[in-house]
């Protein structure tokens, strides 16, 4: 009875390790709002789910201590890994909010991020936040998870971790969060030429005015009505981004 106890514990243990370091990283649980007891008390009902189902997956309990703990270290580890791959889809939008945040002129315009407890740009933090609300609410934090869950399946318990593929899988995610967060901000990066080849040649043929003070404004007006319009399909097109990045990850 003392043996199948201490291994139901292990198993529990070991799934808490992977499922609760990647709560800690993950879009919307890793908010500054989100408390650590409240994450770990999320991760300790999402394993005592999961245990009947990942039991399987577990390897057997070494009765060598460091094993034990090179055991824990490496499940952490695969959880961190996880929760900064789907950190790094979603911070493909903030890239675009940065871009069109220049592009309309409120690159120094910042606000205070209840996420990060930072200061980010508005239309940054906008965006973000609109973001997160459609991932919610269209159920893509079960997606997430269920990505978590499926690491076992990429990175199998008990066993060490890749460093090559881990690195190879980093720069993948990476480079497409870069291509599509400059894809969605492509209309406002578009504006941006446009506008500025505009006011350059109106400065030309007008040396005396100072076009570029004078035209903040129409920048500002034309640039947030380029945001009510857009903002909509951004949010749309990054949502298919982010569930699909999730979907290679899922078997």
């Known amino acids: ?3 199948l106890l201490n291994l139901e514990i292990y ?3 070991l799934i808490f390790l992977r499922v609760g370091s990647a709560l800690m990283l993950l879009p919307g649980f890793s908010a500054a709002y989100v408390s650590v007891r409240q994450r770990l008390s999320i991760a300790l009902v999402i394993t005592i789910v999961l245990n009947p189902y990942l039991g399987e997956y577990l390897p057997e309990a070494p009765a060598d201590f460091s094993e034990n703990l090179k055991l824990a270290f490496t499940e952490i580890t695969c959880g961190i890994i996880m929760g900064l791959i789907i950190q790094c889809l ?3 939008l903030n890239l675009a909010g940065n871009f069109a945040g220049q592009a309309i002129g409120f ?11 930072n200061q980010s740009v508005i239309i940054e933090n906008f965006l973000s936040i609109t973001a997160l609300t459609v991932i919610f609410v269209t159920d893509l934090h079960h997606v997430m998870l269920s990505a978590v869950i499926d690491s076992y399946s990429l990175f199998p318990a008990g066993k060490s971790i890749m460093p090559g593929d881990t690195a190879q899988l980093f720069a993948q995610t990476v480079n497409k969060s870069f291509v599509i967060g400059f894809q969605i ?3 406002f990066i578009a504006f941006s ?3 500025y080849c505009g006011m350059g040649l109106i400065s030309r043929l007008m040396p005396q005015l100072n076009i570029f003070f004078l035209s903040l404004p129409l920048q500002i007006y034309l640039g947030i009505g380029l945001l009510f319009i857009t903002t ?4 749309l097109w990054f949502v298919r981004f982010f569930d699909n990045g999730l979907q290679l990850f899922l078997h």
């Not at 690159?107 to 407890?117: G, V």
């Not at 909509?232 to 949010?235: A, E, G, S, T, Y």
């Open 107 to 117: 690159s120094n315009a910042t606000l205070f991020d209840p996420t990060t407890q």
């Open 193 to 195: 030429i446009i506008f």
């Open 11 to 13: 198993k529990y243990i």
């Open 185 to 187: 901000a492509s209309p």
């Open 1 to 3: 009875m003392t043996e």
């Open 232 to 235: 909509p399909v951004m949010i």
């Open 90 to 92: 979603y911070f493909a």
